[in-house]
């Protein structure tokens, strides 16, 4: 990995470490704009690390892309729950890792929306019914939009649908979040998905 980032002319890797308890000194310490953490390191494993770095309180969060397996599939709800923005794939290429540290830094989502449905879907089983919008303070529209991301739209997918420009999507991504409490994209579809606003239709 460390090759792969340092092949970009406009990216550094300012840190290497070998286990869980010093990746979290070290990430506190440089502050990267994102980190790479696997699941499993020896001291302490990747969960608790990326709670440590971006979960709910952590005063400078850190941008955290959790790197998985299909095999580990159990491990990255939870992640995601702690903070992470996303993960990679342990057999993905060299261009999707690239791929994820820039979408990191621009504070998108660091997988497919069509990967995220499937990781929900496998993680957390059928999506919730019979919630109300009441459930989370989210307006209808809101409450519509936060049930496409966990669908796997894009802004643009759903502008398209809904008959709106993506940027007014993205204006109601991001009331979305700050109701929900969640730090990017992939946050409001795990929490869409928890209250039922996603109907398990996805895109691709």
């Not at 342990?90 to 069509?114: H, N, Q, T, Y």
């Not at 409450?143 to 759903?158: H, L, M, Q």
């Amino acid at each position: 990995m460390r090759r792969i980032v340092e092949s970009q002319p406009d990216m550094q890797v300012v840190g290497e470490a070998e286990n869980g308890v010093d990746a979290v000194d070290m990430a506190r310490a440089l502050a990267p704009d994102v980190a790479l953490v696997d699941i499993r390191m020896p001291r302490m494993d990747g969960l608790e690390v990326t709670r440590l770095l971006a979960g709910p309180g952590v005063r400078n969060p850190v941008r955290v892309v959790v790197v998985t397996t299909f095999d580990l599939d159990e491990y990255v709800y939870p992640a995601l729950r702690f903070g992470a923005s996303g993960f990679l794939l342990k057999r993905s290429g060299p261009a999707l890792l690239v791929e994820a540290v820039r979408a990191a830094v621009a504070g998108d989502s660091l997988i497919s929306p069509s990967v995220t449905v499937q990781l929900l879907q496998h993680v957390t089983g059928p999506p919730a019914t019979g919630r109300t919008p009441r459930d989370s303070g989210l307006t209808e529209r809101e409450v519509e939009i936060a049930g496409k991301v966990a669908e796997g739209k894009t802004n643009s997918d759903i502008a398209d649908e809904l008959f709106i420009s993506a940027g007014t999507v993205k204006t109601h991504v991001a009331s979305i979040q700050r109701k929900l409490g969640v730090r990017n994209r992939v946050g409001v579809a795990v929490r869409a998905w928890e209250l039922g606003y996603a109907t398990g239709r996805t895109s691709g």
